[in-house]
């Protein structure tokens, strides 16, 4: 059974800086998704990372695969203040079909 | 396209109540998902379809939990009885077969008292 961990589970930043989200999983996870989401919103996709060494950006953040490792980063640049949200991991294994596991949630606030 | 559509976005009921909750996933989407999400277990799949045909229902908590699908366009989650602990967001997400993104809706607010 696939179980996906994220740490840290909480986490205060100040705009400008620099800092990292880490995704761990169990077992072999065929692709890794990363979602946002604002409070009482519904999960907004950002990334799906479908094989080792997998790197997308998308303006401030940049997600990173590593299956060896079982893996995977987001990583916030020069945080803003309208990246404050929770940010969930999920992984996906083809042998279960198109179910997800999610992580816990990364609940991120950046001050100003 | 409008994205996938749950209904109602709140529902407060008392605890005995029959509750359902519908949704209609993205045209051309042949996987549906429901998830709960509370504080205490996080987001969680309850049950998925492909192509209807519920595939893995092994997250549904008790037999007071239902889900159908009768068509490629709507499915409903039913609870019958509903009880407090039943209290959560739940989410109804689709993707299609050929693709890994999975689009989530709206979600419904379920307050049971």
């Known amino acids: 059974e696939l179980k996906v961990e994220q740490n840290p589970l909480f986490l205060s930043m100040q705009e400008g800086k620099n800092y990292t989200i880490y995704c761990n999983y169990s077992?072999?996870?065929?692709?890794l998704y990363w979602y946002r989401q604002d409070p009482g919103k519904s999960l907004e996709s950002l990334f799906v990372?479908?094989?080792?060494?997998a790197v997308k950006q998308e303006g401030r953040l940049m997600a990173s695969l590593d299956t060896k490792a079982r893996l995977s980063t987001l990583h916030i640049t020069a945080a803003v203040h309208d990246l404050s949200a929770t940010y969930f991991c999920?992984?996906?294994?083809?042998?279960?079909?198109?179910?997800?596991?999610f992580g816990e949630g990364t609940q991120l606030t950046v001050n100003p | 396209d409008a994205g996938v559509i749950q209904s109602p976005r709140h529902e407060v009921t008392e605890m005995g109540q029959e509750v359902t909750l519908r949704c209609k996933p993205i045209?051309?989407?042949?996987?549906l998902f429901w998830y709960r999400q509370t504080m205490m277990r996080g987001l969680e799949l309850l049950i998925y379809f492909n192509n209807n045909v519920p595939i893995d229902d092994s997250g549904m908590p008790e037999d007071r939990f239902s889900a159908k699908m009768p068509n490629a366009s709507f499915s409903t989650l039913k609870i019958q009885p509903s009880e407090p602990r039943d209290s959560a967001v739940y989410f109804c997400?689709?993707?299609?077969?050929?693709?890994?993104?999975?689009?989530f809706g709206p979600g419904t607010r379920l307050t049971v008292t």
């Open positions: 990372l479908l094989s080792n060494g």
């Open positions: 077992t072999t996870s065929d692709r």
């Open positions: 997400a689709s993707n299609s077969g050929t693709g890994y993104e999975q689009y």
């Open positions: 045209s051309g989407h042949d996987y």
């Open positions: 999920a992984g996906g294994q083809e042998a279960s079909g198109s179910r997800l596991t």
